[in-house]
Every structure is written in C-alpha cells, then in structure tokens.
C-alpha cells in the first residue's frame, strides 16, 4: 500500500532536536522517522480523546447497549479439568 507523503517544516529547541538525534543514531533510524512516529501518536491520542467527548455528548442508544447482558455470561462451560490435557 503506497501513502501520499506531504512535507512538514517546523521549529523546535535546540535541545529537543539534539535529543531527536541522539535517539535516531542510538536506534539506527532518521529523524524524519521518529517524527513521523511521535506525531502519528499523538494523533492518535487526540482521537481518542476527541472519541471519549463524542461518547459523552451522545450515549450509546438502548438498542447500542442490548448486548451488555450477555457480554457478562462468560465461558459457556468449566474447562478447568482439560489444564493438564496438552501435558
């Protein structure tokens, strides 16, 4: 699967892109790859947080929750006599 890249240029302190360096040479990587790391991350976590919002604002419906019930049944059956059976 091919991505579309786009360049980013920005300005951090001194000491953070000496620590980037540090990091890049220590894991055998490019910085660019770090920073493509740490940004997709941090996406993520926005995301995430943007989710947990949306969830509040608008709650599962009944419908949505109707298989909670069910979800705490667990096993169907003890299969706690089968531990020794790969021995």
Known sequence: MLFR??????????????????WAD???????EILRDALHRH???LSGEADAERWQQQPATDTERSLEAIADWGPAEDW?????AAR
């Open 5 to 22: 890249m786009t360049m980013l240029s920005f300005r951090v302190p001194d000491e953070e892109a000496d620590a980037v360096q540090h």
């Open 26 to 32: 220590a894991l055998g990587v490019d910085r660019s």
């Open 80 to 84: 706690s006599d089968w531990n020794d």
């Open 43 to 45: 996406l993520v976590v």
